[in-house]
């Protein structure tokens, strides 16, 4: 039998991938809010499509970034907690519960 050993990094990115690209319902669930929520249903698909498939993020962790639709920016993040209550965070080696959240990226100025 072989043994393949995976870095805590690793892990957590590989995670983060999966459920990004998947969005399963056992890793975790989506939030969209207001105003990218407002959007119709085909450019909410095409939003979600493209945060599913992109190759470009805010960190090596795979667990922000943003993409460009129609000349608009969306912001995503992915939240990492010990279990669907989410009421307190995971540690990296943990696969936890997971929420990807999704705002229009002028909600996300400060």
């Known amino acids: 039998m ?5 870095s805590t990094q690793n892990l957590y990115r ?28 085909k450019r909410i698909t095409a939003m979600l499509k493209a945060i599913e498939s992109t190759t470009t993020f805010d960190n090596e962790d795979h667990n922000a970034g943003s993409i460009t639709l129609q000349g608009r920016t969306y912001r995503w993040r992915i939240g990492h907690f010990k279990d669907k209550s989410k009421s307190a965070f995971a540690d990296r080696g943990e696969v936890g519960y997971r929420s990807l959240i999704i705002a229009d990226a002028e909600d996300c100025k400060a």
């Open 14 to 41: 590989a995670v983060n991938d999966y459920f990004r690209s998947t969005r399963a319902d056992d890793y975790g669930d989506v939030f969209i809010f207001r105003r990218a929520a407002s959007l119709p249903a």
């Open 2 to 6: 072989q043994t393949i050993t995976v």
